[in-house]
């Protein structure tokens, strides 16, 4: 993919046959140690550059670690490292 800023992700729900835009979250951990990432799904470093993100569709938060979806707080609270957490919106 190209810089987040150009993302622009559709699904398609089968039964509708239409395409709905979602929207990106990016989590970012400006202090983390070495940009450590973790989740609560793993007991190891689920990236290693500040930041995750996610796809925001009806409620629901889509990723690499959660591919079948979460709510959008608890996949929210459900990635940490050290110091502070930021939240962005794209789309």
Known sequence: MDSLTNIC??????EEQ???TVTVIQ?????AYR????SE???FAI??????QGYLYEG?????VYP?????????????ANGRRCEDYIG
């Open 41 to 43: 799904r793993y007991t």
């Open 60 to 64: 629901i938060v889509y990723c690499v």
């Open 18 to 20: 239409t395409f709905r």
């Open 68 to 80: 079948e979806g979460r709510p959008e707080e608890e996949w929210i609270e459900g990635f940490y």
């Open 9 to 14: 992700i559709t699904i398609l729900r089968p």
């Open 47 to 52: 990236g290693d550059n500040f930041l995750h």
């Open 27 to 31: 989590l970012t951990f400006p202090d």
């Open 35 to 38: 940009g450590l990432v973790m």
